[in-house]
Structures are given as structure tokens and as C-alpha cells.
Nanobody, 123 residues
Framework: QVQLVESGGGLVQPGGSLRLSCAAS????????MAWFRQAPGKERDFVAA????????VYADSVKGRFTISRDNAENTVYLQMNSLKPEDTAVYYC????????????????WGQGTQVTVSS
């Protein structure tokens, strides 16, 4: 079992930045790949970004490419999402998740989830 706790969400103006963190505990292992998803009200949970356990590979949704950066610190069992140039359409609850299989972009491919952190982009 892996427990994930997200933090760092909040209210930010368009064009602003936020850094989300996700701390893992329990049966943690650096061999887990990590990802961020987001879910806006009334919409499906969408893939945002993923990082491999080795940190050598990252992938991003087209909607955030060039604005968001995913990173991880395996010594601290923490994954980060740096979000720059935020837009109102980035407003959502952001979730981190883990998987043992690389390349999944759908929620069904992930084993453990955090409780989410709200990000609101509004003036």
C-alpha cells in the first residue's frame, strides 16, 4: 500500500505560478512511475504529466506542454509539478498517482491516488 498526499494548491491569478507537491509513504519504491492528473467539475479526470522512476523520461499533455514541469526527488519520495503561465482553464482538483507500468495516460492504469489539491486560476 502506498499513501500519497498532495499539497501546494490555491488561488492564483492568470499568468501566475504554483508548485504542487506529492509526498509518498508506506510501501514506497523509487521504481514507481508517478503522474499528475486533474479533474474539473463535471469533467473526466485528465492526464497532465508523468515521470519515470529513473527521472529520465517525462511526458506531458499537449495542453500543458511548455508551461508545466514534472520532477521528483526519490530520496524524499516526493514528486512535484511546477505550473507556470496558468490559465483559467487549468482550474481543477489536481491528483498525483503511481503506477508500475510506464506510458499510461488513463486513470485506470494507476494503482494508488492522493486525495487531491484544488487549483483555482481566476482574477
Amino acid at each position: 500500500q502506498v499513501q500519497l498526499v498532495e499539497s501546494g494548491g490555491g488561488l492564483v491569478q492568470p499568468g501566475g505560478s504554483l508548485r504542487l507537491s506529492c509526498a509518498a509513504s508506506g510501501r514506497t519504491s523509487s521504481s514507481y512511475h508517478m503522474a499528475w492528473f486533474r479533474q474539473a467539475p463535471g469533467k473526466e479526470r485528465d492526464f497532465v504529466a508523468a515521470i519515470s522512476w529513473s527521472r529520465r523520461s517525462t511526458v506531458y499533455a499537449d495542453s500543458v506542454k511548455g508551461r508545466f514541469t514534472i520532477s521528483r526527488d526519490n530520496a524524499e519520495n516526493t514528486v512535484y509539478l511546477q505550473m507556470n503561465s496558468l490559465k483559467p482553464e487549468d482550474t481543477a482538483v489536481y491528483y498525483c498517482a503511481t503506477t508500475s507500468g510506464w506510458g499510461h495516460r488513463r486513470p485506470e492504469g494507476y494503482d494508488f491516488w492522493g486525495q487531491g489539491t484544488q487549483v483555482t486560476v481566476s482574477s
